[in-house]
């Protein structure tokens, strides 16, 4: 797939970095034997008031994409891609760059609100960026087997990168639209600082995704956990209904539906400034037209984030918690 770069005129949005594998489609049948952990790096985080994904939580200066990648590499991943806007592309190489060094195949792309599937035709004036399934287009070309996409500030759990590797372990071309998500329990992954956005999904029988609703405002309140309908009203779910942590696995064929889906919604959407291309609508899409089956894998991990930034210290000390069990080393990379 070909993008072009609206603002500066260039066709192609990526850039190696140097790696201890070499430049990105060195050592392809290494990396190609192992899943690829793409994360989306690329947002601000208004809420959280700063730039969450390079905050330090752990003892030594630990990022949760640390963690996620440490986690990763224990799983059997073996490649990391990072989703980014440019502007931040030198405080991430100056973060992960050498602390990854001869720890895994690293590589990254950018995701500007300009850069579009030829032919797409978008405002002027769109500043906000397309959302999660845009963020994942950019990084078609990179990707030649199956491959995980996360948040840059979740902390998913070591269970999760297992739990996603395995399910891919003996994956061929054959299961080109054979996906998967995380799925966690809701009670296991709300802030006490206040509502959160959560993907509450619907399985089958066998586990499988039957449909995924983003709910944008759940919290948990005295009558259990509930979430704010359209009508405003909150409507109360069990604590252990499976949601998306956008914990998604998918295989090289997304990228196509992806592209697809994308022109769509710009037909439909491109006036709308706020509205946003999401993973899960994509996926719903997939589902109900039958060219594609999610398994859900189930996670007993229980799952922390920043959405707000009273989330930080409650991080560090979870963190703190697991470093005093043994599960992470004090020192990360050291």
Known sequence: MHFQDIKSGHGNNTRPWTTPHGEAGEDQKLILMKPTLLILAAGIGSRYGGLKQLDQIGPSGETIIDYSIYDAIEAGFGKVIFIIKESIEDDFKETFVERLKDKIAIDYVFQETWMVPEGVVIPDNRSKPWGTGHAVMMADGKINGPFAVINADDFYGRGAFTALADYYREWTPERANDYCMVGYQVANTLSEFGAVSRGVCQPD???????????????????GVAFKNEKEQFVTIPGDTIVSMNFWGFTPSFFGFLKNGFEAFIKANAENLKAEFYIPSMVNELIRSHQAAVRILSCDEQWFGMTYKEDRMAVVKSIRALVGKGIYPENLWG
Do not use: G, W
């Open 205 to 223: 029988a066998n586990s499988f995704l039957v449909d995924v609703v983003e709910r944008t405002h759940i919290e948990r309140l005295e009558a």
